[in-house]
């Protein structure tokens, strides 16, 4: 089974990848390597998923904001790779980001969205190593933000 029919039997909708809104590339592909710029916790709706883990959301809330922040990077890999997944190798890392409050210390449990979809998405080729960083404030306000480094063929 290739990826896009993974993600069809996975009931997944990948959000549609959006320019940057900076002075950067969403991605850049150097050799066999194809960085990924930070994905943004927005919902289905094309909403931000505003606000501060410990405060405003749960380490459940923030979960799922992970899921969207890697259903972006997806996005933004199809993009660049002209809708063919199947040029990436593996997934070697994602680096996470919580928008969290001093005393919150589950950003693993947040970023494990973001990993846990990457892996059912790529399978075995999803398997990564990962950060997960507590922040005082991310871009925009949002709860979450994830970039990621794959491998390609």
Do not use: W
């Amino acid at each position: 089974m290739n990826i896009d029919e993974k993600i069809n039997q996975l009931n997944i909708v990948l959000p549609k990848a959006t320019p940057p809104v900076g002075s950067y590339v969403a991605a850049k592909e150097i050799g066999k390597l194809l960085y990924i710029s930070g994905q943004i916790s927005i919902d289905s709706d094309g909403n931000l998923i505003k606000g501060k883990l410990g405060k405003e959301f749960t380490t459940e809330q923030g979960y799922e904001a992970a899921i969207r922040c890697a259903l972006s990077i997806v996005s933004q890999a199809k993009k660049h790779l002209s809708d063919d997944l199947s040029k990436i190798k593996t997934c070697i890392k994602l680096t996470g980001f919580v928008n969290s409050t001093d005393d919150f210390i589950e950003q693993p449990k947040v970023i494990n969205g973001a990993s846990d979809t990457i892996a059912k998405i790529f399978g075995d080729i999803g398997i990564h190593t990962r950060a997960a960083i507590s922040a005082n404030s991310l871009p925009l306000g949002v709860a979450v933000e994830v970039d990621a480094i794959f491998e390609l063929k």
